[in-house]
């Protein structure tokens, strides 16, 4: 995973943690959707960087993690499209109500970053 990638997503892991502090419910709706949109876009970008690696690298431990950091960045967007869909159907946001699941996503961008 490039820098750039890597920064998108630091900056993901700060947008998330902004939901700790009391935040209404259209914040966190925005605050969640961009977090979504960047992770597939992260996602999207790492897939093309893998399918442009010359054939030579095709077996090879980079290959591997990039694999692995694409399919955790897709987990996550799909966990972050569940939350948004809990988000709008809850008459308020609630940071203890979505507490696990936030960590869970969290935890797995994380391990994308360090892969």
């Known amino acids: 995973m490039n820098r750039q990638r890597r920064s998108v ?4 892991l700060d947008g998330l943690a902004r939901l700790r502090d009391p935040v209404e419910k259209d914040e966190a709706l925005m605050i ?5 949109s960047d992770v597939q876009k992260c996602a999207d970008e790492e897939e093309e960087a893998l399918d442009n690696r010359p054939e030579s690298l095709q077996w090879s431990a980079g290959n591997d993690a990039m694999s692995d950091n694409i399919s ?4 996550a967007s799909g966990e972050l499209e569940v939350l948004i869909d809990k988000c709008q159907s809850a008459d308020k946001f609630s940071y203890k109500s979505v507490k696990g699941d936030v960590i869970k996503i969290v935890n797995k961008i994380k391990q994308t970053i360090h892969r």
């Open 72 to 75: 955790d960045l897709t987990d």
């Open 32 to 36: 969640l959707q961009k977090a979504q």
């Open 9 to 12: 997503l630091h900056a993901v």
